[in-house]
């Protein structure tokens, strides 16, 4: 089993849409958790932090669940400037990162 | 200017060279990551330095061999460059573990023929 997991995408929305991601961990001792988003041909970036009691910026809203050991990321009012990978991680003793979903967000 | 900067951005070369990839930094950041992104496989770990003069293995170190003699300089060689080893590298820094965030340079695409 993978440490961290995510949906396999691709995800195609229109604009507008709400798009959700989910992502699973296997080491219930990891300590801190974030998405970060890569673009084409990139480096990743950060785009949040993800906290136990949940947290938003904006349009992006991310939600832990220590229990179930699952992320997840909500995107409302998708942009076509949103397309890209986003990419779930996890902090134990280094940073772990999950394969990464695809959004394509199209006019 | 401040950053995290990787040399060279792109390098081709043969099987059984062996290759240097750089990376600095100008923030004093103790951390240092090497990465390897392939497609199916997202980001791996290579080797990871949590201070000058101390590295240690990350998932997928074989065939890899780092050194960090300055805080800000963390280079990664190839010994003896394999097909296998073609892939993009990135190289990232953070000022501590927790919710630090890690920043990334932007990357290195390297083509073993």
């Known amino acids: 089993r993978k440490e961290v997991e995510q949906d396999p995408g691709p995800f195609n929305v229109p604009e507008g849409a709400t798009v959700a991601f989910n992502c699973t961990y296997s080491n219930s001792a990891s300590q801190s958790f974030f998405w970060y988003r890569q673009d084409c041909r990139k480096e990743p970036k950060l785009l949040m932090s993800v906290y136990s009691s949940g947290n938003e910026d904006g349009r992006f809203t991310a939600q832990l669940n220590r229990a179930s050991q699952y992320i997840s990321l909500l995107i409302r009012d998708s942009k076509l400037s949103d397309s890209a990978t986003y990419l779930c991680?996890?902090?134990?003793?280094?940073?772990?990162f999950g394969a990464g979903t695809r959004l394509t967000v199209k006019p | 200017d401040a950053g995290i900067t990787q040399s060279p951005r792109y390098k081709i070369t043969e099987t059984g060279r062996q290759v240097t990839l750089m990376c600095h930094q100008t923030?004093?950041?103790?951390?240092m990551f090497w990465y390897r992104q392939d497609l199916g496989h997202g980001l791996r770990l290579i080797y990871y330095?949590?201070?000058?003069?101390?590295?240690d293995k990350g998932e997928v170190p074989d065939g890899y061999v780092v050194s960090r003699s300055k805080t800000e300089n963390f280079p990664l060689t190839l010994e003896s460059a394999t097909r296998s080893q073609t892939s993009v590298y990135f190289c990232?820094?953070?000022?501590?573990?927790?919710?630090?965030?890690?920043?990334f340079g932007p990357g290195t695409r390297l083509t073993v023929l």
């Open positions: 990232a820094s953070r000022a501590g573990m927790g919710y630090n965030e890690q920043f």
């Open positions: 330095s949590a201070a000058a003069d101390i590295t």
């Open positions: 991680v996890v902090n134990l003793n280094d940073m772990r």
């Open positions: 923030w004093s950041h103790s951390y």
